[in-house]
């Protein structure tokens, strides 16, 4: 797949993809967007079944000495605890491998064809928060056999909670629904606008991860639903339900979904 091909995801029958339904929304979406979007997404898509040089299973990133050095990157970053750091690599890692995982399946309709942790592979690129990931082999699957891998992932990624008390469940949840929706920020980057998006989105959360609906707000869907007519915040399709503590890590501000921004917007 190459960015030249951008122009024909739209084409591409439904009946074909497993993603089925939700593909075809997320095509029709794509296909009235900025080209770059195009672009962007076939290239992720491309990218998780390259051969990357370095590449390493999921399992060697969740051992224990892994994460601890990881946890200290973070440290060293600006986390101002370890407890933040681990939200941190959480969030990266979320938004790494789910990203990549509903991008490869929303385009092509495919998922990992074996074991989480060998067949998910990662490699770190320079100085890059979010290491680069592929799948060392893939398989078409519906959309109950992209929930099942949604939620091994997220299984797995518990790990990554190194303090006593781990990582809030809370957190992990808007951690992985932002990382699962991945693709539809790109939609947003290039023109489509929030009612649209929150719509898909919605029901494509619904079907793929039930239990991360409540770990994000929708506030344009909540607006068409009562009737409102125009809403603040053009730009703001998603807000996670729980605060990532990104912006408490030296200068890196709040993310682009944080509850905290409104708050801070309003002061």
């Known amino acids: 797949m190459s960015p030249p091909a951008a122009a024909a995801i739209a084409m591409a029958p439904s009946n074909v993809l497993g993603a089925g339904i939700h593909g075809q929304a997320f095509r029709d979406l794509l296909s009235i967007s900025a080209p770059q979007a195009g672009e962007e997404i076939v290239m992720r ?3 998780t079944l390259d051969v990357t040089s370095g590449a390493e299973p999921l399992a060697a990133w969740l051992t224990n000495i892994r994460l601890r050095r990881t946890i200290l990157r973070e440290r060293r970053l600006g986390a101002p605890s370890n407890k933040i750091a681990e939200a941190q690599v ?3 890692l979320c ?7 509903s991008t490869l399946w929303l385009i092509e309709g495919q998922i990992p064809g074996g074991e989480t942790l060998d067949c998910v592979e990662l490699v770190r690129e ?3 928060p979010r290491p680069a990931v592929r799948f060392s082999s893939v398989i078409h699957g519906d959309v109950e056999a992209f929930g099942a891998v949604v939620a091994d992932v997220a299984s797995r990624l518990v790990a990554i909670g190194q303090s006593p008390s781990g990582i809030a469940p809370a957190l992990m949840e808007s951690n992985g629904a932002i990382g699962l929706l991945a693709p539809y920020f790109i939609l947003a980057r290039h023109g489509i606008e ?3 998006l929150s719509s898909a989105i919605d029901a494509f ?18 607006a068409s639903l009562s009737g409102a007519v125009e809403m ?9 339900a729980t605060c990532c503590a990104k912006y408490a890590c030296g200068q890196r501000g ?5 509850p905290k921004r409104l708050q801070d917007e309003r002061a």
């Not at 938004?95 to 995982?101: H, T």
């Not at 709040?254 to 944080?258: A, P, S």
Request: proline share 8%.
């Open 45 to 47: 898509a491309a990218r």
């Open 90 to 92: 959480h969030r990266n």
């Open 95 to 101: 938004r790494a491998i789910l990203g990549s995982l």
């Open 126 to 128: 320079g100085d890059e």
């Open 194 to 196: 929030a009612r649209p």
């Open 205 to 222: 959360l619904r079907e793929t991860a039930p239990h991360w609906r409540q770990a994000v707000r929708l506030p344009f869907l909540a």
């Open 232 to 240: 603040a915040q053009p730009g703001r399709a998603v807000i996670r």
């Open 254 to 258: 709040f993310c682009g979904t944080c």
